[in-house]
C-alpha cells in the first residue's frame, strides 16, 4: 500500500511541473535541464525503482508453522536384540506435535520454494504384548517416544483469488529417533532410523507477506505419508492428517 501511495504522489508532482512550466510561457523547460520536468521524471523513475527494492527487501520471507498431527500407523515394528513389538497393531493411530521454519523465495506467477526444517515430537505409554526372541509373550507398560528430524523443500502457488488460499506440496528427508523404555529386563532402547516424507495441502486466510505489517501466516490443513528407507527396517509406515498455523517474519 505505501509503494502504491508513494508512486501516486510522484505522479502528481510531475503532473504539476509540467502544468507549471508550460503555464510560464517558457514550454521549452518541460525538456530542457534545470529544475523542470526531466529532472522530476528522473527523480520519479528513480523513486520507483527504489520502492520497488523496498518491498522486496521488506517482504516476509521467513515463516514458523505449529502443527498437530495424527498419524495412522500401517506397518510400524520395534525390535532388538531381545524382543519384538508389533506396535501397529496394537496402537493404530498416534498424535504428533510439529514445529516447521522455512524461507520463503518467490519463483513468479504466484509461485515460491521455500527449503526449510522441522522437529516433532510424540509420546506413548500403553500396555504392549512384547514377543521375546528366546520364546514366550509378555505383557508390559512400554513407553515409546518418536522424535523426526525433518529437512526438506515446500513448493507454494498462491491462488489469484480474494480468499488469500495457497496451495503447497511439501517433501524431504526425516531421521527418526525412536526409545522404548519397560519394566521387562531387555526390552529398553533407542536408535534412529531414515525415512523420507510426502505432503500436499493448503493454506487458509493468510497476510500477504508483500505488507510491510503482515505477521499471520495463515491455517495449514494437509495429509501426508511417511515412509522408511530401504533398508530400514525399524522405521514407521504411516499415513497423517495435519492441523497447523503460520506465522510470518
Known amino acids: 500500500m505505501k509503494f502504491i501511495l508513494k508512486t501516486a504522489a510522484l505522479s502528481f508532482v510531475y503532473f504539476l511541473t509540467a502544468i507549471a512550466s508550460a503555464a510560464s510561457g517558457n514550454p521549452e523547460n518541460v525538456e530542457s535541464g534545470g529544475t523542470d520536468a526531466t529532472t522530476f521524471k528522473e527523480v520519479f523513475e528513480s523513486?520507483?525503482?527504489?520502492?520497488?527494492?523496498?518491498?522486496?527487501?521488506k517482504r516476509r520471507h521467513y515463516d514458523m508453522e505449529f502443527a498437530i498431527s495424527s498419524v495412522q500407523l500401517q506397518n510400524a515394528i520395534l525390535s532388538n536384540s531381545y524382543y519384538e513389538i508389533a506396535y501397529a497393531d496394537q496402537v493404530s493411530s498416534q498424535m504428533l506435535l510439529k514445529f516447521y521454519s522455512s524461507y520463503d523465495l518467490p519463483l513468479g506467477a504466484g509461485?515460491?520454494?521455500?527449503?526449510?526444517?522441522?522437529?516433532?515430537y510424540s509420546y506413548q505409554e500403553t500396555i504392549l504384548r512384547a514377543k521375546a526372541k528366546k520364546g514366550g509373550v509378555y505383557k508390559d507398560v512400554v513407553r515409546v517416544q518418536w522424535a523426526p528430524l525433518f529437512l526438506g523443500t515446500k513448493l507454494n502457488y498462491r491462488l489469484p483469488t480474494k480468499t488469500s488460499a495457497t496451495l503447497f506440496t511439501r517433501g524431504g528427508l526425516?531421521?527418526?529417533?525412536?526409545?522404548?523404555?519397560?519394566?521387562?529386563?531387555?526390552?529398553?532402547?533407542?536408535?534412529w532410523s531414515p525415512a523420507y516424507n510426502i505432503s500436499?495441502?493448503?493454506?487458509?486466510?493468510e497476510d500477504e507477506p508483500e505488507k510491510i505489517d503482515s505477521?499471520?501466516?495463515?491455517?495449514?490443513?494437509?495429509?501426508g505419508v511417511n515412509r522408511p528407507l530401504s533398508g530400514a527396517r525399524k522405521g514407521f509406515?504411516?499415513?497423517?492428517?495435519?492441523?497447523?498455523v503460520r506465522f510470518l517474519l
Do not use: C, H, M
Open 47 to 57: 523513486n520507483l525503482r527504489r520502492s520497488k527494492t523496498d518491498v522486496e527487501e
Open 111 to 120: 509461485l515460491s520454494v521455500a527449503p526449510g526444517l522441522g522437529i516433532a
Open 174 to 191: 526425516t531421521y527418526d529417533w525412536f526409545s522404548v523404555s519397560g519394566s521387562l529386563d531387555g526390552i529398553s532402547q533407542s536408535y
Open 200 to 205: 500436499v495441502g493448503a493454506n487458509l486466510f
Open 215 to 223: 505477521w499471520f501466516g495463515g491455517l495449514t490443513i494437509s495429509g
Open 237 to 244: 509406515e504411516a499415513t497423517s492428517i495435519e492441523l497447523g
